[in-house]
């Protein structure tokens, strides 16, 4: 093969596979800005023919979507800061300070990854049902708080952290909090990022547990409302398609701005050590 | 303050929180397994009975677990080489020296992974409606009668898996991606003076080199297609003709639904082993593989 069709044919394909990944949101966000009934015609249309927000006011004055939306933000944002902070205290404490039973401890912590959390489900249910949290927004956030994978990143990090730094200031005879929020912390800035990214896109994502703790409309993050609203609304396309653009919007644009740090994060966690 | 205390310190939030809410609950879930508990006990604990291995007994009994079960190995089966083959694909075509525009094709490639599963799930119904969606307008060009994707049995399934291909390809490729550059150039370099073809390249120096990368992708990628649950949720809610039930929305139907929590558990439990079972059989199978 020549070199020039070679050429051809690689950025062909790619293209073609970009097509495919970028088609379906692409479309999404034009159909989304079509008249009501306007997708349910053959040949399915590209483009509006009157773009309009009209969809969009629909989702937001009479579906309730504004209020998902704040739902949304409150859980997956409260999820992200509090088990940033259980997750970096820990990880830090697995990678340096040193303690009775911290290997085994960690293998431990590990082998639980394989058990999958569908698991605790029906129980944590019945848990959370005795301490009042189903149906709160506190149903979905606690048992967020600390995952096994966010330990580990931040262990696999901060063992990069010289030891020498970290005695350098206990000689000065700086306290171990101190040490850890004026040295570690300012260190360990990339993987926070990183983490911080991961966690709020999982918990924006997050589709079971919330279905399943959250019974009223009135506590619904987007995913809930959507298919709420998608099983109501089967047939309003354009409406559907506004709903799916809200949901997925902020994640994508949260994505694009910060992706350096999403994938050397996904790196970092699948290479397991 | 003495190190150790300082190091507990540390990890009590984590810890609390893993153990309260998670191991506690798995542990929780062997004794509910266990049991009969069901809506009166759950209006009522004193009508809690202990039935020793009863659920599981009922549960193998019954059809709609075999079901349910052979649609979670179907996905799994189809899903997890179709989704991986597509992502070592995608990596190979990025990691080529003739590629352009290569951090603008990572990106569009990988955008699927970050959106949220029910919103495309939403936007796949749409394309693959019978009368008006994309996917049979394209077929009805060529003179394909439509299909009824999702409204047809034999149909549902695949659809549902192109649509899980589609949606989590990109994860994987980074993985790949990863892999492939990390494979030194002068072995495809020694290769290519040998005179060996492309696809013998392919087979005899980038697949062993990325095996490792490959049994860890696999067995990621196949514990995570065991989990079906949202697609189906959405899609078809678990139609037609409880063609897309899978087990974990048999376990939130018998669990949420019907408020089984004991026989649900025994559901969570039995798909707990049956994933199990197959990661340690991936792992002897890649062992045997090495040896011979």
Same mark, same amino acid.
Not at chain 2, 146 to 159: F, I, N, Q, R, S
């Given at each position: ?120 489900? $029906?129980? #944590? !249910? @019945?848990? %959370?049902?005795?301490?009042? /949290?189903?149906?709160?927004?506190? +149903?979905? &956030? ?109 994640? $994508?644009? #949260? !994505? @694009?701005? %910060?992706?350096?740090?999403? /994938?050397?994060?996904?790196?970092? +966690?699948? &290479?397991?050590? | ?292």
């Amino acid at each position: 093969m020549s070199p020039r069709l070679a050429k051809a044919l690689v950025n062909g394909l790619l293209i073609g596979v970009a097509a495919v990944a970028l088609f379906p949101l692409l479309w999404m966000l034009s159909v989304s800005f079509m008249a009501p009934g306007a997708a349910s015609t053959l040949p399915p249309p590209l483009l509006p023919r009157h773009a309009s927000w009209g969809n969009y006011r629909e989702l937001f004055v009479h579906a309730g979507m504004g209020r998902y939306l704040l739902n949304s933000l409150l859980v997956a944002g409260t999820i992200t800061v509090l088990s940033l902070a259980c997750n970096l205290l820990a990880g830090y404490a697995f990678a340096k300070l040193r303690f009775a039973g911290r290997e085994r401890l960690f293998q431990a912590l590990l082998g639980a990854l394989v058990i999958p959390a569908q698991v605790a489900m $029906l129980p #944590l !249910f @019945l848990l %959370l049902k005795h301490m009042g /949290l189903v149906n709160s927004y506190a +149903g979905v &956030v606690v048992p967020a708080l600390a995952t096994v994978f966010g330990i580990f990143l931040v262990r696999q990090y901060a063992r990069g952290i010289p030891d020498e730094l970290l005695e350098a200031a206990r000689i000065d005879g700086a306290g171990e909090w101190r040490i850890f929020v004026q040295i570690v912390l300012p260190l360990l800035k990339p993987i926070v990022v990183t983490l911080a990214i991961f966690t709020f896109l999982a918990a924006w994502n997050d589709f079971m547990w919330p279905l399943i703790v959250l019974t009223g409309q009135e506590h619904y993050t987007l995913p809930i409302g959507l298919a709420s609203l998608a099983r109501e609304h089967s047939q309003d396309s354009e409406l559907m398609m506004a709903g799916s653009v809200v949901t997925v919007l902020p994640v $994508l644009l #949260l !994505f @694009l701005s %910060l992706q350096r740090y999403y /994938l050397e994060g996904l790196l970092l +966690g699948s &290479v397991k050590g | 303050m003495n190190p150790q205390r300082t190091a507990w310190l540390f990890l009590a939030p984590a810890l609390v929180v893993l153990g309260v809410f998670f191991l506690l609950p798995v542990l929780a879930a062997l004794v509910l397994s266990l049991t009969d508990y069901d809506l009166y006990a759950l209006a009522d604990i004193r009508n809690l009975r202990f039935v020793a291995l009863g659920n599981y007994r009922e549960l193998l009994q019954r059809p709609l677990f075999w079901s349910a079960l052979g649609h979670t190995l179907y996905f799994v089966a189809v899903g997890v080489p179709l989704s991986m083959g597509a992502s070592l694909g995608a990596a190979m075509l990025l990691n080529s020296p003739l590629a352009r525009c290569k951090p603008f094709f990572r990106t569009a490639l990988f955008a699927p992974v970050v959106t949220t599963v029910v919103a495309t799930a939403v936007i796949w119904r749409y394309l693959f409606n019978t009368k008006y969606g994309m996917a049979n307008y394209l077929l009805g060009l060529l003179d394909v009668h439509p299909v009824d994707w999702l409204g047809d049995p034999h149909w549902a399934m695949p659809t549902i898996i192109a649509f899980a291909a589609w949606k989590n390809f990109g994860y994987n490729m980074i993985i790949f991606l990863a892999g492939l550059q990390a494979i030194p150039p002068d072995l495809y370099e020694a290769a290519r003076i040998d005179g060996a073809s492309p696809w013998r390249q392919f087979v005899h120096i980038t697949l062993p080199m990325l095996k490792p990368t490959m049994l860890m992708v696999g067995i990621l990628t196949v514990s995570g297609y065991f989990q079906l649950f949202a697609e189906p949720y959405v899609m078809t809610e678990g139609g037609p003709l409880q063609s897309t039930v899978s087990v974990l929305y048999l376990m939130y139907d018998e669990g949420f639904k019907w408020w089984n929590l004991g026989s649900a558990s025994a559901v969570a439990f039995l798909l707990f082993l049956i994933m199990f079972a197959v990661t340690v059989l991936m792992l002897k199978l890649s062992r045997r593989g090495d040896e011979t």
